[in-house]
């Protein structure tokens, strides 16, 4: 089976570091990715983990371990643009055609 | 920079009828997939398309549902008998799919949105 965890709704201040979390049980993975996606609009890519560790890409970080079925993604310096909803998502082997199962988004406003 | 379009933005249609909902993956992409998200919902899984065939399907994805790459461009999604809860915003993806670095980015297309009356 497949169960991914995030919390539904966050509130951060312009400026401000935020840490949306994410767990995860499934039968099959082969990655975990961050998306972001605005209201109406597809979702677009912000970040992968395949091993355990830190991915950094500019003010967007995430976080993986495997073992503990757990990953975060860091926001730094937030700005108002970034108020949208943040998925994760767990991508299935190879031999599943490596679909993506999503989590059910966390929402995140910034104020300023 | 490449992506992938879907046309139409938006369908209307009636309970029952049939819609095609239409995608052009990037040209050098191997793997293409069809989402959907119901309003307040999650993105959902549907279909993974590799080498002209289904390579992997969600429980959602019942005989109503049929994909076709029909000319090498085009990836088509087709729902037979539309019900009332199809209506959703429905994504394409693809990836490269070739093994490289860039393997691992589903680029999604715009979407369509589907109501169904």
């Known amino acids: 089976g497949q169960n991914i965890d995030q919390p539904t709704e966050m509130t951060a201040t312009e400026g401000a570091i935020v840490q949306i979390n994410c767990t995860y049980q499934t039968s099959g993975f082969n990655g975990l990715f961050w998306y972001q996606q605005h209201a109406g609009e597809a979702p677009t890519f912000l970040s992968y983990?395949?091993?355990?560790g830190l991915e950094e890409k500019g003010r967007f970080s995430s976080f993986l371990s495997r073992s503990k079925g757990y990953s975060y993604l860091l926001l730094k310096e937030l700005q108002m643009k970034d108020s949208a909803s943040y998925l994760c998502?767990?991508?299935?082997?190879?031999?599943?055609?490596?679909?993506?199962?999503f989590g059910k988004g966390t929402s995140l406003l910034v104020t300023p | 920079e490449p992506e992938v379009t879907q046309t139409p933005s938006h369908q209307v249609t009636q309970m029952g009828q049939e819609v095609i909902l239409r995608c052009v993956p990037i040209s050098n992409h191997l793997y293409f997939y069809w989402y959907r998200q119901i309003l307040g919902q999650k993105v959902e899984f549907l279909v993974s398309f590799y080498n002209n065939e289904i390579s992997e399907k969600s429980e959602i994805f019942d005989d109503q549902f049929s994909v076709e790459r029909p000319d090498g461009s085009n990836f088509t999604l087709k729902i037979r008998s539309t019900k009332l809860e199809d209506s959703a915003m429905y994504f394409c993806?693809?990836?490269?799919?070739?093994?490289?670095?860039?393997?691992?980015?589903?680029?999604f297309g715009p979407g369509t949105r589907l109501t169904v009356t």
């Open positions: 993806a693809s990836i490269i799919g070739g093994g490289g670095l860039d393997e691992y980015e589903q680029y």
């Open positions: 983990n395949v091993l355990d």
């Open positions: 998502a767990v991508r299935a082997p190879q031999g599943s055609g490596y679909a993506l199962n």
